[in-house]
């Protein structure tokens, strides 16, 4: 493999690192979002349970999702379709794959940060990339944001009914589009930062 090869490589392998950083810096910080949410979007009255009841169950359902050795979703007050349970396993085995894919490329790029240089043209336009989608969100989030799960989930489990899946009571879109926000905002900030930085042209 020539060296423009291994750089090639290994500028990919640093937009995956970017990439899952992002996506996993996003998720972890939802619990601070939600905990927003919870009294700005009146939780307590949609569902008529406490403050520290809904954060409850959205811990369960968090740890459900970021912890790989818990196999059962399950929540103390609401219950869950088929469907839903599907969604959630869905949910969590990308979780995982963004985790996994984080861990492998943050390995790589350490042992290789001395020996390999990545073209930062590549992030400029990663960065453009990002700019359109978010001009996307911000013109239609709900067409985004289905687009969005038709691309990710090869069914429809996601549409939750909130008579059969009451946890979406709790989960408003206004939740989702600040999460989303988060992440563009780390995403684009760090992929500019990246051809800012010295290196390749």
Not at 166 to 172: D, G, H, K, M
């Amino acid at each position: 493999m020539s060296n423009f090869q291994k750089d090639t490589f290994y500028t990919v392998i640093l937009a995956l690192f970017i990439l899952t950083l992002s996506i996993t810096v996003t998720i972890f910080a939802s619990y601070g979002l939600f905990f927003f949410a919870i009294k700005h979007y009146y939780l307590e009255q949609a569902v008529n349970m406490s403050f520290g009841a809904i954060m409850h169950n959205y811990n369960q359902m968090m740890n459900y999702l970021i912890n790989p050795f818990n196999g059962t979703f399950k929540l103390d007050d609401f219950q869950s379709s088929l469907a839903g349970r599907i969604h959630f396993e869905d949910c969590k085995k990308l979780f995982m794959l963004n985790f996994g894919v984080l861990i492998g490329s943050g390995i790589y790029l350490w042992f290789q940060r001395q020996k390999r240089i990545y073209f930062k043209p590549v992030f400029k336009y990663i960065a453009i990339g990002g700019v359109i989608l978010a001009i996307l969100m911000a013109v239609d989030f709900d067409g985004f944001f289905v687009v969005f799960h038709e691309v990710l989930f090869r069914n429809s489990d996601w549409l939750f009914d909130p008579d059969k899946d009451p946890v979406i009571n709790i989960l408003p879109e206004e939740f989702f589009t600040q999460c989303f926000v988060l992440f563009f905002v780390l995403f684009e900030g760090l992929n500019i930062w990246k051809y800012i930085k010295k290196a390749r042209t």
